[in-house]
Nanobody, 124 residues
């Protein structure tokens, strides 16, 4: 059983920055892809960013491209999300997710493991 734990959420003013981190623990952790998703009140959980665990290839939702950066530390089993130029629309609970099967995906149904989420609130 793999456990994912997010940290780093909080309250920030529009235009500010936050960094989220996700630590994996448990049995041997060998995902193909790690991703960040977010869910705002009354909305579906949506893809934010993803990274291929070994290759380091990244991909982003159009809404965050150029503002957010996903990275990983294979040795520490952590994945991070640096969020800059934050907007009120970025307010949501942010979830870390892992996919063990081959292939990248922007769909939440394709991910096997999830963290509990961390709240990010951007004030205007």
């Amino acid at each position: 059983q793999v456990t994912l734990a997010e940290s780093g959420g909080g309250l920030v003013q529009a235009g500010g920055s936050l960094s989220l981190s996700c630590a994996a623990s448990g049995r041997t952790f060998s995902p193909y892809t790690m991703g960040w998703f977010r869910q705002a009140p009354g909305k579906e959980r949506e893809f934010v960013a993803g990274i291929r665990w070994n290759a380091g290839t990244t991909y982003y939702a159009d809404s965050v491209k150029g503002r957010f950066t996903i990275s990983r530390d294979n040795a520490k089993n952590t994945v991070s999300l640096q969020m800059n130029s934050l907007k009120p629309d970025d307010t949501a609970v942010y979830y870390c997710a892992g996919r063990t099967r081959y292939g990248t995906s922007r769909y939440k149904e394709d991910y096997d493991a999830w963290g509990q989420g961390t709240q990010v609130t951007v004030s205007s």
